[in-house]
């Protein structure tokens, strides 16, 4: 058990660290950020950051102080809130927006992160023999990969306004 405790709280120091880092990112990037939608959406991220931070913290603390995984559930809601803000913020955005290379990069680094953030609760769902612990990781990954899709969506957004109004009412009409 000693050894699984150990691994436990390895990954959690990885997955605080990875939150951190996430939530600092996005502050910046949302600073940055030319248009509204970027910067309420990267902010929503951040705040979605720090929400697992505090999660992984709870954890954390009570396996370190009671030798045991504790009864914490977190049920994240899949990325509705993000896929919400977003469909708001589009019906308000000109088609024609001009999409601006840094905003761009900074949209591929964070879907990256996501990917990696994914990437780690995978394995690490796969890897502990504790349900609650893999419950914990598999949702996490839900959310992680939804943040991933949102944030693919602005991305082709702001790569082409124009082209992306265009696919999102023809799927509409396809019903696809």
Same mark, same amino acid.
């Given at each position: 058990m000693p050894n699984e405790q150990e691994s436990t709280l390895k990954a959690l120091e990885t997955a605080l660290q990875m939150e951190i880092d996430g939530k600092e990112f996005y502050l910046k990037a949302g600073k940055a950020s030319t248009n509204k939608l970027g910067k309420d959406l990267l902010k929503k991220l951040a705040a979605e950051e720090d929400i697992h931070r505090s999660v992984f913290k709870k954890i954390y603390d009570t396996i370190k102080s009671k030798k045991g995984w504790p009864d914490v559930k977190y049920q994240g809601d899949g990325g509705r809130g993000l896929k919400t803000l977003f469909a708001? /913020?589009?019906?308000?955005?000109?088609? #024609?927006?001009k999409s601006i290379k840094a905003e761009l990069d900074a949209i591929k680094t964070a879907m990256d992160m996501e990917n990696k953030?994914?990437?780690?609760?995978? /394995?690490?769902?796969k890897k502990t023999a504790i349900d609650a612990e893999r419950q914990l990781? #598999?949702?996490?990954a839900m959310q992680e990969s939804e943040h991933h899709r949102v944030l693919l969506d602005y991305y082709e957004f702001l790569k082409?306004?124009?082209?992306?109004y265009v696919q999102k009412e023809h799927t509409a009409v396809d019903g696809g």
């Open positions: 708001e /913020a589009i019906e308000n955005m000109d088609k #024609n927006t953030t994914l990437d780690f609760y995978k /394995a690490r769902s990781y #598999n949702a996490l082409d306004p124009a082209a992306w």
